[in-house]
């Protein structure tokens, strides 16, 4: 699977707009980008995944730039909730969905 | 979306002793994973498991350290043997799931178990 790179940490006021961006430099053309997060004592969950295309879900939206080398995932009005680590994972489509490998992740601090 | 419960939540362990972890999802899913994620760390596939074969390692994890059971389609064991302070982490169940909206394949993960090796 590809590489990603994402900043360590990042802050955010309640009521905005969080932009976390990954960079995939090395992302193949068959491969898939991947968004979940870890909220504290929590297992990981999927927020939204796309291939080139930009994405809007229910909790997100996903910028994935014309080369495909960089995107960013955009949580619109970030709510204190929202506090948790943000993995970004690139994956090829049609291989098996478990076998996922997590980086370091951003940490996104939502404050008041 | 799959709902996925681990047993225990937490332990604290002594050292050279084994624990076995639960893993009950209220679907029928061919293929459950195994992670484990250390203090700090981020998370680390340790195996897959199919009904009805051997779990399937990935590098660095071995059998006789990690035996997995998988007796029916909606449950697994993971047992942690011979425990050492280093076993300490969190080991996360997941199962391959559709999401709800947009129908992508996507992994669901337990709460998962922390356990402190003493």
């Known amino acids: 699977d590809a590489k990603t790179t994402q900043p360590p940490s990042m802050d955010c006021a309640e009521g905005r707009a969080a932009n976390l961006p990954c960079n995939h430099s090395?992302?193949?053309?068959?491969?898939?980008v991947y968004w979940y997060r870890q909220i504290h004592s929590q297992g990981p969950q999927y927020i939204i995944h796309?291939?080139?295309n930009n994405e809007t879900n229910e909790m997100a939206s996903l910028i994935i730039t014309e080369d495909r080398k960089s995107s960013t995932l955009i949580l619109p009005h970030a709510t204190l909730r929202d506090t948790a680590v943000y993995y970004c994972i690139v994956r090829p489509y049609g291989t098996s969905y478990g076998k996922l490998t997590f980086g370091q992740g951003t940490i996104l601090t939502v404050h008041p | 979306s799959a709902v996925i419960s681990q047993k225990p939540s937490r332990d604290i362990c002594q050292r050279g002793t084994s624990l076995t972890i639960q893993c009950q999802v209220d679907?029928?899913?061919?293929?459950m994973f195994w992670y484990r994620q250390q203090p700090g760390q981020s998370l680390t596939l340790i195996a897959t498991?199919?009904?009805?074969?051997?779990?399937?390692?990935e590098s660095g994890f071995v059998i006789d350290k990690f035996p997995i059971s998988r007796p029916n389609l909606t449950f697994s064991t993971l047992t942690v043997s011979n425990m050492s302070p280093e076993d300490s982490s969190i080991y996360l169940c997941?199962?391959?799931?559709?999401?709800?909206?947009?129908?992508?394949?996507?992994?669901?993960f337990g709460a998962g178990s922390r356990l402190t090796v003493l």
């Open positions: 796309g291939l080139k």
């Open positions: 090395t992302i193949s053309g068959n491969e898939y």
């Open positions: 997941s199962v391959e799931d559709r999401h709800g909206d947009s129908g992508a394949n996507v992994l669901t």
């Open positions: 498991a199919n009904q009805g074969s051997e779990a399937t390692y």
């Open positions: 679907s029928q899913v061919t293929m």
